[in-house]
């Protein structure tokens, strides 16, 4: 204040200078960053509108001095090397890999030496090993083992007495059990004229017997035994319509009075025709077979591979007056001979 007490005039204040503009070096020309040509943006130091003032005004843009956009730069595909650091497998992983690798290399070695030295196997060892295989297997049994085996219960021996021309004669033949009620099949000429019939079972046990019924064309007969055994097993019959020549074919009988004598062969013919013991004419449909028969055998079964009666032990064929096998047998079909005893033909 001045002596008079009024205001004291502020002297004007020189105007400061305005902010010098500074002007931003050029960008040096764009270098390969990560596999792409652009501008590096780190190559010069940022600087703001406070240390440089406000940028150069853009034309059509409101405001006088608004900065220009900063330059984005395209992210850069990831290169090899960061691949293989993705990948990277540790040391110790890398160590039981190399390991593993070791020890499988190894037993391949074992291996490959240990098969070196064995042997090889020659024609000689394979036909030696295959022989004993062969020689090891349980064969199955014969035919004819099955089926005596199965037949057996039901074949009897037939014993028979009588007179002929005032003398004594007796004779032998086979018959086999028909039934549960104790009738045995046989053939005619076995006890035909006989005073006595008599019949052994298989277990044993004897018993007389009567003709109950006969089939004199066929050469066939039926037996009523008076006392059936405890166990009585009648035989089981098969179906002759169906044998073929070339079947296999089983006799069981008691030639010359030998019990349960066994032979088989094949059927060798069908529906032959001759002349029967005790037959006026020659009988047809007879089973021609070349199973080893002999005296005493007829009135036997002639049985298939299963076991199954198809035929009645009847004659046999010899050119000469001895009554021995030569090779050929005839039979009755079981449907014909079992017609006689009133059993339901096939």
Request: aromatic share 4%.
């Amino acid at each position: 204040m001045g002596l008079l007490g009024g205001p004291k005039k502020r002297k004007p204040q020189a105007a400061s200078p305005p902010p010098s503009k500074t002007r931003l070096p050029p960008a040096p020309p764009g270098r390969l960053v990560n596999g792409y040509r652009g501008v590096a943006s780190s190559a010069a130091p940022r600087s703001s509108a406070r240390e440089h003032g406000p940028g150069p005004a853009q034309a059509g843009l409101p405001g006088r001095n608004r900065a220009a956009p900063p330059t984005t730069t395209p992210r850069a595909k990831p290169g090899i090397n960061a691949l293989f650091r993705r990948f990277r497998i540790h040391r110790r992983d890398f160590s039981l890999l190399s390991l593993a690798f070791v020890l499988m290399l190894a037993l391949l070695v074992v291996y490959s030496i240990a098969q070196s030295r064995q042997p090889r196997l020659t024609e000689n060892d394979v036909k030696q090993i295959a022989g004993q295989v062969l020689a090891s297997a349980t064969p199955p049994p014969p035919v004819a083992q099955r089926v005596y085996a199965s037949i057996q219960p039901s074949v009897v021996l037939i014993d028979t007495q009588g007179t002929l021309n005032g003398k004594a004669e007796g004779g032998s033949g086979t018959g086999v059990v028909l039934d549960q009620m104790g009738n045995i099949l046989t053939s005619l000429h076995v006890v035909q004229g006989a005073d006595t019939i008599n019949v052994m079972f298989a277990d044993g046990t004897v018993t007389s017997a009567t003709l109950a019924s006969q089939e004199p064309d066929k050469d066939i007969a039926v037996l009523k035994v008076q006392v059936s055994p405890q166990l009585l097993v009648p035989a089981t019959l098969g179906n002759p319509g169906s044998l073929q020549v070339g079947d296999e074919a089983v006799v069981v009988g008691n030639p010359f009075g030998l019990m349960d004598s066994t032979s088989d062969g094949v059927i060798s013919g069908l529906n032959r025709s001759f002349k029967l013991p005790n037959t006026d004419k020659a009988v047809g449909g007879l089973i021609q077979f070349d199973a080893a028969v002999n005296p005493g055998n007829s009135g036997g079964p002639l049985l298939n591979r299963d076991g199954e009666v198809v035929g009645i032990v009847t004659a046999l064929a010899n050119p000469t007056d001895q009554k021995v096998f030569i090779g050929i047998g005839f039979a009755v079909p079981i449907d014909v001979a079992a017609s006689a005893a009133g059993a339901p033909p096939f």
